[in-house]
């Protein structure tokens, strides 16, 4: 099957399942590459904390922050549902900014991560962002600010009615009535300038070789494995990833090293048409178009 046809195909599937996405594929090797509409502009929710380790650990090997430092992190104290770490706990806790970035990156952690941006603000990763040369990402608030959605204010029973307004107080111009889902006020960035940013961390870039290295440990260590993981992990391969999440949003980046040295980028944003908050199909689907265009691409075909 052609590449072209194959893609008309995908969208298919996804537009029967509810999900719009935006979908990247690349060989990080050769640049040969097979996408569905990668350069859409989504609100990028939890992947944000992939630029935030850079610019961390870029500021750790200028000298300007000290890893083992201490930092004293107020309690989340957030009782929804799906937060982990340092947001559910209830009293005060020092911790090293080196195990803050672990917090963040491999368990999603967003009290870590803002503790992290008490040293490093939104802007100031964008500008270093844009130092190592890397557009397209923008970053502009805390993940604080990005969890206090709708969903926040009404009880557990009611929390479709959240995901029913993200789905309908869309604009076609990707504004929303939903600060946090408007890409104009949001942290905002599209499939190919996280794959740009994938392959800045797995092949030789202005990002400093250590940078790169502990930020790819860091996103080997991610434990949440429920959405890409189980179409790219296996015993001959490697899969590192960010994955993000946000009312009807659903994305995942990461990067499938094969024991036969290739070595495939890989970056997936999608929002979905469905007010529910558990839809297990959409992530199964999700793996399933991602893997299908690694094949297209892994076996030669993709023209």
Same mark, same amino acid.
């Given at each position: ?16 399942? *509810? ?11 050769? *640049? ?14 939890s ?24 930092v004293?992190? $107020? ?12 947001s ?29 941006? *008490? ?7 964008s500008?270093?962002?844009?130092? &190592? ?11 604080r600010? &990005?969890?206090? @959605? ?22 076609? *111009?990707?504004g ?10 949001a942290?905002? /960035?599209t499939?190919?300038a996280?794959?740009?940013?994938? $392959?800045a ?7 400093d ?6 930020v ?5 260590d ?5 959405r &890409? ?14 994955t /993000?999440t ?14 036969? /040295? $290739? ?6 944003? @999608? ?21 299908? &265009?690694?094949?297209?691409l ?6």
């Amino acid at each position: 099957m052609s590449a072209q046809k194959l893609i008309r195909e995908l969208r298919l599937t996804l537009d029967d399942a *509810g999900l719009r996405g935006s979908f990247l594929v690349r060989d990080l090797r050769s *640049g040969d590459e097979l996408g569905i509409e990668p350069d859409l502009e989504f609100p990028v929710a939890s992947l944000v904390k992939i630029p935030l380790a850079v610019a961390t650990l870029e500021r750790i090997r200028k000298g300007e922050l000290d890893g083992a430092a201490r930092v004293l992190v $107020q309690p989340g104290e957030i009782t929804t549902p799906g937060p982990t770490g340092l947001s559910k706990f209830r009293h005060p806790a020092e911790i090293a900014v080196d195990d803050l970035l672990y917090l963040s990156m491999a368990v999603s952690d967003n009290t870590a991560a803002d503790a992290l941006f *008490g040293l490093t603000p939104p802007a100031e990763v964008s500008a270093i962002l844009l130092g &190592l040369g890397l557009r397209g990402i923008t970053m502009r608030h805390t993940m604080r600010e &990005l969890v206090e @959605t709708p969903v926040e204010r009404l009880d557990p029973a009611d929390s479709h009615l959240a995901h029913f307004l993200a789905i309908e107080a869309g604009t076609a *111009g990707r504004g929303h009535r939903v600060p946090q889902l408007d890409v104009t006020r949001a942290n905002s /960035g599209t499939a190919r300038a996280f794959l740009d940013l994938l $392959q800045a961390l797995w092949t030789p870039s202005p990002i400093d070789a250590g940078v790169a290295e502990r930020v790819r440990t860091l996103m080997g260590d991610n434990v949440l494995r429920h959405r &890409l993981a189980p179409d790219f992990s296996s015993d001959a391969s490697r899969w590192s990833s960010k994955t /993000g999440t946000l009312l009807n949003l659903r994305h995942e980046v990461g990067v499938v090293e094969h024991a036969d /040295g $290739q070595t495939f980028g890989v970056a997936v944003l @999608t929002e979905s048409r469905v007010p529910a908050i558990s839809q297990p199909g959409a992530e199964a689907l999700m793996a399933q178009v991602a893997r299908t &265009l690694r094949d297209q691409l892994r076996h030669g075909n993709a023209r």
